[in-house]
């Protein structure tokens, strides 16, 4: 398979159960042999949210090998501002907003 589609699938996996209405979105850059995944909160991230992103980072990890680097951050990007993707990564998850 595809290490793009691996990563992607991966990432959607890692997802269940850990998202909460503070999460606005994900976003993923998958280079082999980087996956750097980015998790959007409406609000300042609090220690859950952390959590949340370490076990998520955890799952995707665990589903390759040790060549993979595998890195998850929190952001706060409030409402008032737009969720933006960086050069090269794709949405794996958006919340719906009103426009």
Do not use: C, H
Request: no cysteine.
């Amino acid at each position: 398979m595809d290490f793009r589609v691996s990563v992607l699938l991966s990432v959607q996996r890692g997802l269940w159960d850990i998202v909460t209405p503070n999460l606005r979105g994900v976003a993923v850059l998958a280079r082999y042999p980087d996956v750097v995944v980015r998790f959007l909160f409406e609000d300042d991230p609090g220690e859950e949210d952390r959590e949340n992103v370490s076990e998520a980072e955890t799952y995707v990890m665990a589903d390759f090998l040790d060549e993979v680097s595998v890195a998850a951050q929190a952001e706060w990007v409030p409402a008032s501002l737009p969720r933006e993707l960086k050069s090269g990564e794709e949405w794996v998850y958006l919340r719906k907003e009103s426009a």
